[in-house]
């Protein structure tokens, strides 16, 4: 969402375009459609109910609904709950779809079948890796590294497992974390992508030296799952998090889901021990005992119509390759920089997203002064990005469905309020 903003509307008049600037869009539009042509993943965009004459590059934070998701709620609601009812339950599959849908999303992140689980918020399940991370731990270890510039909720969510746990929490530069990681070092809490930056960091160095320390790698994925390969087994993970509702288009609130390396299955010790874990769940025990695999990141009864949405979006996936979908975020960002360099006055905007393909997630972030009343003047343009105080536009680049032609039309608008504005 963009962030309120108490200063007036923009209404100085537009500058006029000059004839080398016309010259640099119409070369730009050129390429765009050569490029939109070549794009493999042209035809995608058609599984995405997206509005018309609207650039969405918000999908890094709210994804667009699929095109048959109603049809599949419209099931689930009229058949499967309103005739079926409890039936469901087995008949349905309801029951196990929190691990049916957990392996799709795993296929998504780098993870064999039987380590994902889907349920729960972001939050929770950050509380539930980050406490079984400090308890599989060695002991005498009492601190947790924290990337700096986390998201909000991972340092709330890090402080209070330290209280419950007997740690410390110790924030580090994410790109240092690897080093700072010593002998007291119990658990580390990583953001692949940065939200504010688009900063993509460096998963396998960081978690080979925790492990090197003898610590253990949490790593949250919201902002990379479905933008760019992640190889959670083959890079050694040994616990990780996300959301459904940025890249994987679950829609508001989707669940989000655990992945636990299944070594460490058997240690998984959560904190939220609820009775869907429970090895016996309808032999509603007094004591508890968890059950075995992935299913020991249950907690409570899954939520269905949510799950089921989200079973849906992932068919956008098939016969779809990650490694197809990060060749054109790359191609996409690195255009819109092109587009943005050649169109928007000088001086007016900052890239702080790195210019280097390593290092880049799949958004674009911009400084700019008066950013909340510039990008309250491009949504009602058009252009849906968001805003993060005090100075940034965001700009997220989902390639299933942005096109080239997305992307100029985005840095024409914003050259076009920016012209206008002091």
């Not at 492990?211 to 799952?225: F, I, K, Q, T």
Request: hydrophobic content about 45%; charged content about 20%.
């Amino acid at each position: 969402m963009s962030e309120p903003t108490t200063t007036g509307p923009l209404t100085q008049p537009h500058a006029r375009a000059t004839p080398s600037a016309t010259a640099a869009a119409g070369g730009l539009a050129a390429r765009a459609a050569g490029l939109d042509a070549a794009d493999p993943l042209a035809s995608v965009r058609d599984r995405f109910e997206l509005v018309a004459d609207e650039v969405y590059l918000d999908g890094n934070s709210l994804g667009p609904p699929t095109t048959r998701v109603m049809e599949r709620l419209s099931d689930v609601v009229g058949r499967e709950w309103g005739r079926l009812g409890i039936r469901s339950w087995d008949g349905s599959g309801w029951w196990t779809a929190p691990e049916r849908i957990g392996d799709r999303v795993g296929a998504l992140v780098g993870a064999a079948p039987g380590q994902v689980v889907v349920g729960d918020s972001t939050s929770v399940n950050v509380f539930k890796a980050l406490v079984a991370a400090v308890r599989m731990a060695p002991e005498g270890r009492d601190e947790i590294l924290v990337d700096a510039a986390t998201f909000p909720t991972d340092g709330y969510i890090a402080e209070s497992a330290a209280r419950m746990t007997g740690c410390h929490v110790r924030p580090v530069p994410a790109a240092e974390i690897g080093a700072a990681a010593g002998e007291r070092t119990a658990a580390a809490l990583v953001n692949h992508v940065d939200y504010r930056s688009g900063r993509l960091h460096d998963l396998p160095s960081v978690t080979a030296a925790l492990h090197a320390a003898g610590a253990l790698a949490v790593w949250d994925l919201c902002h990379s799952a479905g933008a760019l390969p992640v190889a959670l087994d083959a890079d050694g993970v040994d616990l990780a998090v996300g959301c459904t509702y940025k890249y994987l288009n679950g829609g508001p609130g989707s669940p989000a889901y655990l992945y636990v390396r299944r070594a460490l299955q058997p240690r998984f010790d959560s904190p939220l021990p609820g009775w869907n874990s429970h090895a016996d769940p309808f032999g509603m025990a007094p004591a508890y005992a968890p059950g075995d695999g992935a299913v020991r990141g249950r907690v409570g009864t899954p939520e269905i119509l949510s799950l089921l949405a989200l079973d849906t979006a992932l068919d956008a996936w098939d016969g779809v390759a990650v490694a197809d979908v990060r060749a054109k975020s790359l191609a996409l960002t690195d255009f819109f920089l092109e587009c943005v360099d050649a169109l928007v006055p000088a001086g007016r905007v900052e890239s702080v997203t790195p210019q280097e393909h390593a290092e880049r997630g799949s958004q674009v972030s911009l400084r700019c002064h008066d950013a909340g009343e510039v990008m309250r003047v491009l949504l009602e343009r058009g252009v849906i990005g968001d805003h993060r105080r005090p100075d940034i536009l965001r700009f997220g680049f989902t390639p299933l469905y942005t096109r080239f032609a997305d992307a100029l039309q985005a840095a024409r608008v914003l050259a076009d309020v920016l012209e206008g504005t002091p």
